[in-house]
């Protein structure tokens, strides 16, 4: 059974920092590529960073150079170190593994002063 448990989230002013974990268990995390997706109020899901099983990743416009992806296949944790926060990144996030459909319970980020 996929499990998948994100934490690392909370309140940060704006021009703030959070670092989100996620750890997964019930698959072979090492060869997943794997995602960080977020969900605004009355917004769509969308991803925001992947990495592939060999460490390539990408981002979508609104955060590179602010958000890094990383993981960690001892542990089958994946990171999301989220700089320079801004009011708009204020979403719930969620990672999994991208060619699947299975999502934990996602962690809050609430960007504001």
């Known amino acids: 059974q996929v499990q998948l448990v994100e934490s690392g989230g909370g309140l940060v002013q704006p021009g703030g920092s959070l670092r989100l974990s996620c750890a997964a268990s019930?698959?072979?995390?090492?060869?997943?590529?794997m995602g960080w997706y977020r969900q605004a109020p009355g917004k769509q899901r969308e991803l925001v960073a992947g990495i592939t099983s060999g460490g390539v990743t990408n981002y979508t416009p609104s955060v590179k150079g602010r958000f890094t992806i990383s993981r960690d296949n001892a542990k089958n944790t994946v990171y999301l170190q989220m700089n320079s926060l801004k009011p708009e990144d204020t979403a719930v996030y969620y990672c999994?593994?991208?060619?699947?459909?299975?999502w934990g319970q996602g962690t809050q980020v609430t960007v504001s002063s």
């Open positions: 019930g698959i072979i995390f090492s060869i997943k590529t």
């Open positions: 999994k593994p991208t060619n699947m459909g299975t």
